[in-house]
């Protein structure tokens, strides 16, 4: 995973009234934390951000007055109607240390002939990596599954340095099978 490097400046106003003149020149309020170390409010630009998140668990490295943090984000605020960036907490980490993150399940494949459904119960898998080699997805493949079977968190394969963070009989997919009923005529309901 590649880190995007990001601008930070060190902000000194707090509030509601200071977030919103943030927001209005494009920018996002944030706070990194981590490391026992004292938060640190900073204000980000919105469009790279914006364009970073897009990236789950992304490596972000933000340059604070001169001095280089990586961080990944914790917490991601968004306006409820439109999607914009209202606030993000932002989590220290360093190279080579163990982070806990949920990385997003994709599938491949076809399920068997008859109508069966795909029942995605974990959308995503909590696992734990090095922060600077968190995969970016974990791909299923849910080729020839019947109706009824499941496919075990313990079933997953996970790409090298990544461990499960979730129980090893978590149910991750589940296929059912396809509802044969046919739909009753309107007259003959009489």
């Given amino acids: 995973m590649a880190e995007i490097k990001i601008p930070a400046q060190v902000r000194a106003e707090f509030g509601k009234g200071a977030a919103r003149r943030i927001r209005r020149a494009n920018q996002v309020p944030a706070v990194v934390y981590g ?3 004292e938060p640190v409010h900073v204000t980000l630009p919105g469009h790279d951000l914006m364009m970073a ?7 972000l490295s933000l340059d604070i007055e001169g001095r280089d943090e990586l961080v ?3 917490a991601v605020q968004r306006d409820a109607l439109k999607g914009f960036l ?4 932002l989590l220290v980490v360093k190279r080579g240390e163990t982070v806990t993150v949920e990385v997003p399940v994709q599938t491949e494949g076809d ?5 069966n459904l795909l029942e995605h ?5 909590p696992v734990e990596a090095e922060a600077t080699h968190i995969p970016e997805a974990i791909t299923v493949s849910i080729a020839g599954l019947e109706a009824g079977a499941s496919v075990l968190a ?3 394969v996970l790409p090298a340095g990544v461990a499960l963070a979730v129980d090893a009989d978590a149910v991750v997919l589940h296929v059912v099978a396809g509802s044969t009923e046919a ?3 309107e007259g003959a309901e009489a």
């Fill in 121 to 125: 119960t974990l959308t995503a898998l």
């Fill in 35 to 37: 490391h026992g170390g």
């Fill in 86 to 89: 209202e606030h993000v907490d």
């Fill in 183 to 185: 739909p009753a005529a």
């Fill in 53 to 59: 998140l897009k990236t789950p668990n992304v490596l």
């Fill in 111 to 115: 399920l068997a002939p008859g109508g």
């Fill in 154 to 156: 313990k079933d997953v």
């Fill in 72 to 74: 990944i984000p914790k």
